[in-house]
């Protein structure tokens, strides 16, 4: 695991922007895990966000996700993926300088009335472009396959595919389609892989928040201890 951590480390420090991404069943251990290493994260400064897509029910069964709302950072899982890539309008501006920018939204269209200064613009003198992804790195916890992130991989397919993927998991059934598999199947839950990771990085990080978050998630998947660790 030791080895495993500093693979895992090297990767978080080549990174700017991080997601972290877990099922849409909201399983007790994959929040708990999720929002630990969020909030570490966090305290080693790196940019970091969590997202799940949110359904009540599934199979019929109420999904219980008010009852971690305890949790710190919870109001910081996003359900959906905003502003993910930018696109990019570009004026050259040696013919001519802007005097005012304006938009219109004509039925399905969006409009741009560049008014110049002095002189004025011709096609040849705008470009577009589509600016890179607005994350580096995505972190999923508890997915066995992407398609389990529900409408957070749906929505979003060319992000995952062009996005390095780190994939944490304890289940035999994980298909390993990141780009580093941490598969631990003699883990009893994701929390104990992640705290194994803090651990072995700086333990010296965590904190009475992420304690809470790593105590929860053991304590959810071990039915209160009752299974052995």
């Not at 480390?9 to 990174?15: A, E, H, Q, V, W």
């Not at 972290?20 to 708990?32: C, E, L, M, T």
């Not at 004026?91 to 304006?102: E, G």
């Not at 994701?190 to 978050?213: M, P, Q």
Request: net charge neutral; proline share 2%.
């Amino acid at each position: 695991m030791r080895q495993i951590s500093k693979q895992f480390f090297n990767l978080i420090k080549k990174s700017d922007n991080i997601l972290i991404s877990f099922p849409v069943d909201w399983d007790g251990d994959a929040i708990a895990s999720s929002l630990a290493l969020f909030l570490y994260l966090k305290k080693m400064g790196k940019n970091v966000e969590i997202g799940s897509e949110e359904i009540k029910q599934k199979n019929n069964f109420k999904i219980p996700i008010e009852s971690f709302r305890f949790l710190p950072s919870f109001s910081e899982i996003k359900n959906s993926l905003e502003n993910l890539m930018k696109f990019v309008v570009s004026i050259d501006l040696k013919n001519a300088q802007v005097s005012q920018v304006k938009y219109t939204l004509e039925k399905d269209k969006l409009n741009f009335i560049i008014s110049p200064k002095n002189g004025f613009f011709t096609s040849e003198d705008i470009k577009s472009s589509m600016k890179s992804f607005k994350y580096d790195l995505i972190i999923t916890i508890d997915a066995k396959d992407l398609e389990s992130l529900g409408r957070i991989y749906d929505n979003n397919i060319d992000f995952f595919y062009k996005t390095n993927i780190v994939n944490i998991d304890h289940s035999p059934d994980n298909e390993e389609f990141g780009q580093l598999n941490i598969i631990d199947l003699n883990a009893v839950s994701n929390t104990e892989i992640i705290y194994k990771l803090l651990e072995y990085n700086d333990k010296s990080l965590l904190n009475e928040e992420i304690s809470t978050c790593l105590l929860t998630g053991i304590i959810f998947k071990t039915k209160s201890l009752r299974q052995t660790i």
